[in-house]
């Protein structure tokens, strides 16, 4: 089978050049496009010298339509308002996309469900096989111990991260209230300030902090009476991110149309 081929959104930034610098060392993957924001400086620069491992001949481009038109899969960490647009076209040209972006909204989400009645869209808030297994184990315990045990999470960030609570702690959270079987819109705290008054039972809560480099922590806390339980993943480098992205690239590849999720990929649905 002919190597897959793969556009990186969003090629300057953290996470695209993260990917740029492990599409090479990815069997069965080619990198064939990168797409920048318009009017950036980087538009025109070879990928891969912007990122320093030498000239991969590949130069980042402001062409949405003609960078996905040469690719079989769009991976795509960059802005809702961004990823929105793409979902559209990918559906249109019949390219697979594999979304990373955090901070989408429930109408972005509606957009995205929409293109995957055409192609196949993987979708995570999360790339992480660690973070994925984490979700699997907070659905079985929130399952297993019910609503008596307060449910809380608690997320860290760089200082430079424009979204909160993270899309990971809200992976995390719809784990949670899968495992309740309750919808977490209708049972999410967040932002306590001032007199709140006494936790609502069942709810869901959640913390985010923000500081330094830190690439990303989180801490699912079940409260017992007298007990406790801390379920934790902490990434310590970027990379476990692009390489979850590249395999669900590899996954999607030939899939029917569908919204799947890292859970798909890593064949732990359903467990």
């Known amino acids: 089978m002919n190597d897959l081929r793969l556009a990186v959104v969003g090629a300057a930034g953290r996470m695209g050049r ?3 610098q492990t599409i090479p060392d990815t069997l069965g993957v080619r990198l064939v496009g990168a797409l920048g924001r ?3 400086g ?3 620069v070879d990928s891969g010298t912007l990122i320093g491992s030498g000239p991969n001949g590949v130069a980042i481009s402001d062409d949405p339509a003609a960078v996905a038109a040469q690719c079989d899969v769009l991976i795509d960490f960059s802005s ?3 990823t929105v647009a793409l979902s559209g076209l990918c559906a249109q040209l019949g390219v697979a996309h594999v979304i990373g972006t955090t901070g989408l909204s429930a109408q972005d989400l509606e957009v995205v469900a929409e293109a995957s009645r055409k192609v ?3 979708r995570s808030g999360n790339m992480s096989l660690g973070v994925n297994l984490l979700a699997v184990l907070v659905e079985k315990a929130a399952r ?3 609503p008596a045990w307060d449910a809380e999470i608690v997320e860290m960030h760089h200082a430079k991260k424009v979204d909160a609570p993270s899309g990971t702690a809200l992976l995390l959270g719809e784990a949670a209230a899968r495992g309740r079987g309750i919808d977490l819109g209708e049972h999410s705290a967040r932002g306590r300030d001032g007199l709140t008054g006494p936790r609502k039972t069942g709810d869901i809560g959640f913390a985010s902090l923000r500081g ?4 990303g922590d989180h801490t699912v806390i079940l409260a017992g009476a007298g007990e406790r339980i801390e379920l934790t993943h902490r990434a310590e480098e970027r990379g476990i991110f692009a390489r979850g992205a590249l395999a669900a690239a590899l996954w999607v590849r030939g899939r029917p149309p569908g919204l799947y999720n890292m859970q798909d990929v890593l064949g732990l649905s359903g467990d």
């Open 120 to 122: 196949a869209v993987v």
């Open 38 to 40: 318009a009017g950036s």
């Open 18 to 20: 993260m990917l740029v």
């Open 212 to 215: 330094g480099t830190v690439v």
């Open 144 to 146: 297993a111990l019910g």
């Open 80 to 82: 809702p308002e961004n």
């Open 42 to 44: 980087c538009i025109g």
